[in-house]
């Protein structure tokens, strides 16, 4: 087969100003993506790959929300579940995959998603000490966060504490090959500046790429598709080409792009949001899942065709600060070169 490197080694090769060597955006492109995030966060329906919607089922949920906050802080229950929400689990998951290039094998990945860090003092510290507990950090090779940083979901960023955590963690946690950063249906494109300013690296529709000897992770990470879905979406994945030294990794918020990424020969797909459901009371199935397409893919490990794909819960909780059967996690993935089947 042909190989065609030209997109990611134009990626790879490329001088930036920020400090984890990453690739700077497109000014015009950012430009237009800045343009239409604002008027999609500024109207009251959502986007989503399927239409324009109106969640009015959120409201009676929001309101019990807000009900059995106001419980919790009136028993003073409020501080005790939120420590016992956020004691969050460390999970060591190996992916094979026969199309993975040789240079790429062991490859690692931390994936951190759904922090809500301004509801959830001290997360971004205990996730230091979490994973540099169990492991020398300058084993990791990348970090990525794929969305929802901080609680309120519309509304300008003011939630300034978050840079703080985003600091924390740049500096407990050395990957070789720095962090990437997407933006959930919470977050808005206020924050993308300031956290770029610090050395983060947000892909907005946009691509990175990382050199292994010969091979090349290209990396697709695309803005939020549950709220804030454009048709750039679709024109960022297929901006990946397949080819015997590539190997695709999808970072998007939500699972719901699924579909579309297995179609285009992405190989792994990160994502989160939906948190697992967060609270089970009865059963392994969540009560509420939040997502209005592959649904199915609600928690863990899946795969769709040839595509491999993880669902985080997340690292912390929205809502309510409460986990029931469904303890928050932070994810180390290794990737692993496996023989084809016979």
């Not at 000014?27 to 993506?33: C, D, S």
């Not at 109106?54 to 003073?76: C, D, E, P, Q």
Request: hydrophobic letters at 40%; aromatic letters at 6%.
């Amino acid at each position: 087969m042909k190989i065609d490197r030209d997109a990611a080694l134009h990626l790879i090769e490329r001088d930036t100003s920020l400090k984890t060597g990453w690739q700077s955006a497109d000014p015009l492109l950012r430009r237009n993506w800045h343009q239409a995030r604002a008027r999609l966060e500024f109207r009251h329906s959502n986007s989503s790959p399927d239409g324009h919607y109106r969640s009015y089922g959120n409201l009676i949920l929001h309101s019990a929300i807000a009900v059995t906050r106001w419980g919790l802080k009136m028993t003073g229950l409020h501080e005790h579940y939120r420590a016992r929400a956020h004691d969050i689990r460390l999970i060591d998951l190996e992916i094979g995959r026969p199309d993975l290039p040789a240079g790429l094998d062991g490859y690692r990945i931390l994936h951190i998603t759904d922090p809500h860090f301004d509801d959830a003092h001290g997360l971004a510290r205990h996730i230091v000490d979490l994973v540099t507990g169990v492991l020398d950090s300058r084993s990791l090779d990348l970090c990525v966060i794929t969305g929802d940083l901080r609680v309120r979901s519309r509304g300008p960023f003011v939630e300034t504490g978050i840079l703080h955590d985003l600091k924390i963690l740049l500096k407990g946690l050395a990957c070789r090959d720095g962090f990437l950063l997407t933006l959930g249906n919470h977050d808005t494109h206020e924050m993308v500046a300031p956290v770029e300013a610090m050395g983060l690296r947000v892909l907005t529709n946009e691509c990175a790429a990382v050199q292994r000897d010969r091979a090349v992770l290209f990396i697709v990470g695309l803005d939020d598709v549950h709220r804030h879905y454009t048709d750039e979406a679709k024109v960022t994945l297929s901006r990946f080409k397949t080819a015997d030294d590539q190997f695709g990794l999808a970072l998007v918020h939500s699972p719901e792009f699924a579909g579309e990424a297995a179609q285009a020969g992405i190989g792994l797909y990160l994502c989160g949001h939906t948190h697992g459901g967060q609270i089970r009371p009865l059963s392994d199935r969540p009560l509420v899942r939040q997502l209005r397409r592959h649904r199915d893919l609600v928690q863990g490990a899946w795969r769709i065709g040839d595509m491999d794909g993880y669902t985080s819960p997340g690292a912390g909780t929205s809502g309510l600060p409460l986990r029931v059967r469904c303890p928050g996690e932070v994810t180390v993935i290794t990737l692993r070169k496996r023989a084809r089947s016979a």
